[in-house]
């Protein structure tokens, strides 16, 4: 089992090569095109402002190794800032575009600044299904409205409804907090921060780039 | 509405977790990476690791712990103390830690929040502020872990950091600090409405009474606990569900 994480500069990748460790999975920290497609399995983190991330993958020429690695059809997670990417453009600081992968863009988290609505939005917080299962996802064995970690000011919208595996609530606000698109999957929160329930959804990945490896 | 996150502050000097009052006469209770790992497997929501003499010596001395802590611990882990420079925030985040908390550094250049937050974002920075009451409704900023006044006043103090980009504010009252006599809840009615950040109350906090009293009236993101726990006054457990019964939202 060979799972790689996107190295570009940015984020505390430390976290999630801990929890893939924890689980029983070495991971490698890499930005090589050979060794990414050879992976079973594909982890983008990141936290940060999107045009940086953006900026980042383009200095290593990691747009094109991304789209071909999903075209493999193997599993592919974004994390955060790796979510948001995932997306067509983000509005955080003027239009930047994104990898375009999943139809949608970034927007700010769209709270009212008063004493209850405080942004970024730093909290654990709970995830709910949308329209789509989570059977056979990342999302497989996890229960409804387990709580996650949360360290952000803006949300991805995704186009499409079922696109969006899970919701989250920001006061009255609802947020796509996962998406998922075939083989491609994002989370909004943490699950490498978020307890014992977010290092089952690392496992959920992993089991599925095991089956699809088995294929 | 947003949960509220039960942290646990660790404060250490020379490899072991101590606990003073008024972060003075400091008094070992034992080895930081367990006690980490035991509050993780308690259910806490955050651990919060303090160089307790860092600030003094100009530097921190936690990346190993933190590295350590890393392994076995899947939650958010702020580390402070000493980290005065963009490098020492970086070797910081590299040993694993997910945000920072500055003070001293802060106050001696208020520029240094504002460079931070804009290279690693403002989440990641949490503007810390040791106070102590001077008047009624006057509080003042101390640096150096407590040993040091600023003359800046806590409220002009904390609004200046929110437009300096920090993305959460850890308010320690040190005049509760290691008392186990609850929170100054007047310094918090003075700030909670000067900025929209998160502010994470620290200091005092000596059972669970005192943290429903302050979650029920005042506008309080997240609680430190130090002594409840290191002196196993009661647990992260009973906390949580004293939250739970007094309509305080908290992940259990």
Request: glycine share 8%; charged share 25%.
């Amino acid at each position: 089992m060979k799972i790689s994480i996107i190295d570009y500069e940015i984020g505390n990748v430390k976290s999630i090569k801990n929890a893939l460790k924890k689980i029983g999975v070495e991971s490698i920290l890499t930005n090589d095109r050979k060794t990414i497609l050879s992976s079973d399995g594909l982890i983008l983190p990141g936290v940060g402002a999107f045009a940086h991330g953006m900026n980042n993958l383009q200095k290593y020429g990691l747009q094109e190794i991304i789209n071909d690695f999903v075209n493999t059809k193997k599993p592919f997670m974004g994390i955060c800032l790796g979510m948001q990417m995932l997306m067509e453009e983000s509005e955080e600081f003027g239009i930047t575009k994104g990898l375009g992968l999943i139809e949608g863009k970034v927007i700010k988290l769209p709270v009212q600044k008063t004493n209850y609505e405080k942004s970024p939005h730093v909290s654990w917080n709970e995830i709910v299904k949308n329209k789509i299962t989570w059977k056979d996802t990342i999302l497989g064995d996890i229960p409804e409205q387990s709580d996650m970690y949360f360290v952000h000011s803006f949300v991805a919208s995704p186009m499409n409804e079922e696109n969006i595996l899970s919701t989250t609530e920001y006061y009255d606000y609802k947020f796509c907090s996962a998406v998922k698109k075939d083989n491609i999957y994002g989370c909004q929160f943490h699950p490498e921060k978020s307890g014992k329930m977010g290092l089952n959804i690392i496992q959920n990945f992993v089991n599925l780039c095991k089956e699809r490896k088995n294929v | 509405m947003k949960k509220i996150r039960v942290t646990a502050r660790i404060d250490v000097k020379n490899e072991f977790v101590i606990k003073g009052i008024h972060l003075e006469g400091l008094r070992k209770v034992g080895d930081p990476n367990l006690l980490a790992k035991k509050y993780y497997e308690e259910g806490i929501d955050e651990i919060i690791f303090m160089d307790a003499v860092a600030a003094y010596y100009d530097r921190n001395s936690l990346s190993h712990i933190i590295e350590k802590a890393c392994k076995e611990v899947f939650i958010p882990i702020t580390v402070g103390g000493g980290l005065r420079t963009i490098d020492d925030i970086n070797q910081a985040l590299k040993a694993g830690a997910d945000k920072v908390a500055i003070n001293t550094k802060a106050i001696q250049n208020p520029e240094f929040i504002a460079e931070a937050s804009k290279i690693f974002g403002s989440q990641c920075i949490v503007a810390s502020i040791v106070a102590k009451k001077i008047n009624s409704n006057q509080w003042e900023a101390y640096i150096d872990n407590g040993r040091e006044a600023t003359g800046l006043d806590i409220v002009e103090w904390a609004k200046r950091l929110e437009g300096l980009g920090a993305g959460e504010i850890m308010l320690t009252s040190l005049d509760m600090e290691g008392t186990k006599k609850g929170f100054d809840t007047e310094l918090y009615e003075a700030v909670q409405d000067v900025v929209s950040i998160p502010i994470i109350a620290s200091g005092g906090m000596g059972n669970i009474k005192h943290a429903v009293e302050l979650l029920s009236n005042y506008k309080i993101d997240a609680i430190a606990t130090a002594s409840v726990i290191h002196y196993n006054i009661d647990t992260i457990k009973n906390i949580k569900q004293a939250f739970i019964d007094n309509n305080i939202k908290v992940r259990m």
